[in-house]
């Protein structure tokens, strides 16, 4: 498992893959890439803050937390004002 050092620092996508269990970097990538998940381009390289692996997290506790089966997820919007 990587270590956070102190101050910032950025980790690789092998390493965010490992801290936040997921198995597979292509999912990571492809999510990254469809703007689901937020990260840094360094030099050519994918790296993730602390932050941006806690917001995708966050993303992730989100989207399973839906029923899947159901076919509305902009349903939300419309509570904001109803004025
Ligand atoms: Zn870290």
């Keep these: 498992m990587p270590a956070c050092p102190n101050g910032p620092h950025t980790h690789s996508v092998a390493e ?3 801290l936040i269990g997921c198995e597979s970097e292509d999912w990571l990538i492809d999510r990254v890439r ?3 998940f937020p990260a840094r381009r360094i030099v050519r ?3 993730f803050s602390d932050d941006d692996i ?5 993303t992730c506790a ?3 937390g839906r029923v899947p089966t159901l ?3 902009t349903a939300r919007r419309r509570r904001q004002k109803s004025d």
């Design 16 to 18: 965010t893959c490992a």
């Design 34 to 36: 469809n703007g689901t």
């Design 62 to 64: 989100v989207q399973s």
């Design 71 to 73: 076919p509305t997820p």
């Design 45 to 47: 390289q994918l790296r």
């Design 54 to 58: 806690a917001q995708i997290i966050e």
